[in-house]
């Protein structure tokens, strides 16, 4: 008969989908660990003994940062406790502390490797798992580390494919912003190379309108990007926090996005993902594109590159124009579409395309007309209208050839809400 302790072990969250010989092979070798209430189960900064599967009682885990301490989040029984650690090699990120009396099971890191090595797939739930819980809060595991001489104080960005931190040039003084790519994708050796290819299409572009490249560096078993510290707000969170822009706000940051976007194809490459919520405003209303991770060079129907299309369709669907559905040939004028559909959310407050099911969106994409101007916003100019509408249009041919037109609005903008920012610092 199976012991009570298996039982709880075999119902740990985070395990209970792996194979059931794989975790008997774990628990043959887990030592039993208890802990009275106020001792410690782990300490930061100490080398990483094990995994712990906690398996009754509560603890809560600890930052200790240069600014204080940081409650990080609890656990229960069948929380895992330590896989920070294991997974980076690096030693304990925080403490955790035992709330009441805990029984766990520790795993040793060198029975948690060879059964790994016969399941692989332990690693990913693992990483999985780390990936999950960086970039939750503020501060998070990886606050107050230092990493390539930089120190980091806290999380200021979280999204799909990475989690970016602010963070301190030791040697100079000067903040950055550390893009560390999430945990969940080391196993991916497409995303660890559009991870890497963004160091190299950023090495390409110097522009006030592009957020600066510094660096790429390995650590803690994945990539951080070492990035220009952009301090304000992205237009996605301005305008769903303050409501819709009017045009005469829109039309400066119009321009200064078709001016960064110029630069870009100037260099051969499609930004691929263009958003409000990859472009950053400052206080002094500058603004910045960001995250390069999906672009790529331009393609022509007689390019190689066309012919071996990416397994998946990659973008955000709302702003995806139709050929990147279908692996047609992907050019400016593909980000000028989404340049449209930016400029319909920035006035309005709300999506061009409305529908939610891919099918559906599809077929509103090809059946687009843009509003009247005297419905879009306030009303909007006819001037900017023209714009908007024969941006996305589902054949690129008919789209504008150039945004030579947008980058003549270019401008400060200096009459946004110092509330915005005021918020976005907090």
């Not at 959310?345 to 559906?360: C, I």
Request: charged residues 25%; negative net charge; aromatic residues 6%.
């Amino acid at each position: 008969m199976d012991s009570p302790a298996w039982l709880q072990f075999r119902q740990c969250r985070v395990l209970m989908t792996m194979p059931d010989a794989a975790l008997r092979d774990l628990f043959a070798e887990a030592e039993e660990r208890s802990y009275a209430s106020g001792a410690a189960l782990v300490e930061q900064g100490d080398p990483a003994e094990g995994l712990l599967v906690v398996l009754d009682g509560t603890a809560h885990a600890r930052l200790n940062a240069p600014d204080g301490k940081h409650w990080l989040g609890s656990f229960s029984g069948g929380d895992l406790v330590g896989e920070m650690a294991l997974v980076t090699r690096e030693p304990r990120t925080a403490d955790v502390i035992a709330d009441t009396d805990v029984f766990a099971l520790l795993i040793p890191t060198q029975v948690f490797e060879r059964v790994a090595s016969r399941h692989p797939e332990l690693w990913i739930v693992l990483t999985q798992l780390v990936a999950d819980r960086l970039g939750q809060k503020t501060h998070d595991g990886l606050g107050g580390k230092r990493i390539e001489g930089f120190r980091i104080l806290g999380c200021i960005g979280r999204g799909g494919m990475s989690v970016v931190y602010r963070a301190r040039e030791e040697a100079s003084g000067i903040d950055v912003a550390l893009k560390m790519m999430s945990y969940r994708l080391i196993f991916d050796s497409e995303a660890v190379a559009r991870f890497r290819d963004e160091s190299e299409v950023l090495k390409q572009i110097r522009h006030e309108n592009v957020a600066r490249l510094e660096r790429l560096f390995p650590a803690y078993r994945t990539y951080f990007l070492v990035m220009e510290l952009c301090e304000g707000i992205d237009l996605h969170r301005l305008v769903h926090g303050h409501g819709p822009l009017p045009e005469s706000t829109v039309r400066p940051i119009m321009g200064q996005v078709a001016r960064a976007l110029g630069h870009v194809h100037s260099h051969g490459l499609v930004h691929r993902d263009l958003k409000p919520a990859n472009l950053m405003i400052t206080r002094a209303g500058q603004v910045k594109l960001m995250d390069f991770g999906l672009a790529i060079p331009i393609t022509l129907p007689d390019d190689d590159r066309t012919l071996a299309p990416e397994r998946q369709v990659l973008g955000t669907p709302a702003f995806m124009a139709p050929e990147q559905w279908s692996h047609r040939p992907v050019t400016p004028k593909t980000d000028i579409y989404a340049l449209g559909c930016v400029a319909y959310e920035l006035l309005t407050g709300k999506t061009l395309f409305a529908a939610k099911d891919l099918f559906d969106l599809m077929q509103e994409k090809f059946a687009a007309r843009m509003p009247p101007a005297s419905e879009i916003g306030g009303g909007i100019s006819e001037e900017l209208h023209a714009f908007m509408a024969a941006a996305v249009r589902p054949n690129a041919e008919e789209r504008p050839d150039s945004l030579d037109m947008l980058a003549s609005w270019t401008g400060s903008c200096d009459s946004l809400p110092d509330a915005a920012f005021a918020q976005s610092a907090q």
